[in-house]
Antibody, heavy 124, light 107 residues
């Protein structure tokens, strides 16, 4: 059974750093792109970026380039989303999701498997 | 930046047909996907590659494409279909893009 299990909720202060995780199981972790999606309170879904764990090829939405870092450790089947200096506007639910289709060639497809979400709250 | 446009809300009575549209200039060249999201839950893929239905998704969910608009159709709407629906596609660089979402209300 394919599963994406995300790390727990976080409460941070502005300016602090944070790294949240997404552990994949039940499939070949290195062979599927994993994306990150933001959902601010009461708002819609926003595509942040995506990584291919097999070689750590990473692509970012222009809206999030330079604001976050996406990485992966294939030895432990885990993808990460990190911030170096959080802002209050980073308060949101963050989902990881696995691209439906196998392989490295395209990263613009659908997401069949989703993590349960990690709620990040940034408040002074 | 590339945008996908959805109506903010659609309302239908039980048993009727709901149609949710999504418009974007690149849709003739890129597939569209649809997700259902209920409160407090992660999104669920209900349509992929414009009109394909994943296993386990009821047959009342269907998708179609015409030019720069794709449409999610829910036939015989049930109370359990009340949710937010998002279309997703890609821009010219292959980066993912979501529509703003449509709240489906079952009256």
């Amino acid at each position: 059974e394919v599963q994406l299990v995300q790390s727990g909720a976080e409460v941070k202060k502005p300016g602090e750093s944070l790294k949240i995780s997404c552990k994949g199981s039940g499939y070949s972790f290195t062979s599927y792109w994993i994306g990150w999606v933001r959902q601010m309170p009461g708002k819609g879904l926003e595509w942040m970026g995506i990584i291919y764990p097999g070689d750590s090829d990473t692509r970012y939405s222009p809206s999030f380039q330079g604001q976050v870092t996406i990485s992966a450790d294939k030895s432990i089947s885990t993808a990460y989303l990190q911030w170096s200096s959080l802002k209050a506007s980073d308060t949101a639910m963050y989902y990881c999701a696995r691209l439906t289709d196998y392989g490295r060639t395209g990263y613009s497809g659908s997401y069949y498997y989703w993590g349960q979400g990690t709620l990040v709250t940034v408040s002074s | 930046s590339y945008e996908l446009t959805q109506p903010p809300s659609v309302s239908v009575s039980p048993g009727q047909t709901a149609r949710i549209t999504c418009s974007g200039d690149a849709l003739p060249k890129q597939y569209a996907y649809w997700y259902q999201q209920k409160p407090g839950q992660a999104p669920v893929l209900v349509i992929y590659k414009d009109s394909e239905r994943p296993s386990g998704i009821p047959e009342r969910f269907s998708g179609s494409s015409s030019g720069t608009t794709v449409t999610l159709t829910i036939s015989g709407v049930q109370a359990e279909d009340e949710a937010d629906y998002y279309c997703q596609s890609a821009d010219s660089s292959g980066h993912g893009v979501f529509g703003g979402g449509t709240k489906l209300t079952v009256l």
